[in-house]
């Protein structure tokens, strides 16, 4: 069992920058593959960025490659999104989620879901 907690999350500027944290509970919190998706008013929800267990691999959507960056410290249980030169189409709540598969960009794999965090970006 992992239970996840996000943070991070609220409101910028277009062209600023945030930093979202997950925390995590539970023994296997450092083997789980680690995700985060997205979903914005009246849209499904989306990946956005996914990192292995080891940290050795990651996938990241087109939308966000070179802006975002996923990371992990197992030590802490914590994954972390840092997010740079946000435009308002990053707008969304913000989910971090845990698999037990190795690394996945796929919503149905994801075992455990955070509650999400909010991230506004004014243009």
């Known amino acids: 069992q992992v239970q996840l907690v996000e943070s991070g999350g609220g409101l910028v500027q277009a062209g600023g920058s945030l930093r979202l944290s997950c925390a995590g509970s539970?023994?296997?919190?450092?083997?789980?593959?680690m995700g985060w998706f997205r979903q914005a008013p009246g849209k499904e929800r989306e990946f956005v960025a996914a990192?292995?267990?080891?940290?050795?691999?990651?996938y990241y959507a087109d939308s966000v490659k070179g802006r975002f960056t996923i990371s992990r410290d197992n030590a802490k249980n914590t994954v972390y999104l840092q997010m740079n030169s946000l435009e308002p189409e990053d707008t969304a709540v913000y989910y971090c989620?845990?698999?037990?598969?190795?690394?996945?960009?796929?919503?149905?794999?994801?075992?455990?879901w955070g509650q999400g965090t909010q991230v506004t970006v004014s243009s």
């Open positions: 539970g023994r296997t919190f450092s083997s789980a593959g």
């Open positions: 989620a845990a698999t037990r598969r190795y690394l996945s960009r796929t919503t149905y794999e994801y075992d455990y």
């Open positions: 990192l292995s267990w080891n940290g050795d691999s990651t």
